[in-house]
């Protein structure tokens, strides 16, 4: 049974950073493409980055030189790094095996003063 479990959200105030991490079992991690998305409050769920098995990624123009996207295979995990953090950033973030149905419970970020 395949799993991604999300961590590493929280409240922070405008400016700050956080890592998000994403582990995932029942599946060869290293051969899966992974991404995050994020879901606004009263919005649609929107792709944030992505990261290939050959570890080539890109992120949307929103988010490009804020956050990146890493992958740590031999820990079958993902990461989120997002600094210089905004308000518009507030959202519920998914981790997903990119181009699958399979997502984790998601981790809620604040960014709010």
């Known amino acids: 049974q395949v799993q991604l479990v999300e961590s590493g959200g929280g409240l922070v105030q405008p400016g700050g950073s956080l890592r998000l991490s994403c582990q995932g079992s029942?599946?060869?991690?290293?051969?899966?493409?992974m991404a995050w998305y994020r879901q606004p409050p009263g919005k649609q769920r929107e792709l944030v980055a992505f990261?290939?098995?050959?570890?080539?990624?890109n992120s949307v123009d929103s988010v490009k030189g804020r956050f990146t996207i890493s992958r740590d295979n031999a820990k079958n995990t993902v990461y989120l790094q997002m600094n210089s953090l905004k308000p518009e950033d507030t959202a519920v973030y998914y981790c997903?095996?990119?181009?699958?149905?399979?997502w984790g419970q998601g981790t809620q970020v604040t960014v709010s003063s």
């Open positions: 990261i290939t098995s050959a570890g080539t990624q």
């Open positions: 997903n095996q990119w181009g699958t149905s399979t």
């Open positions: 029942g599946i060869f991690f290293r051969a899966v493409n």
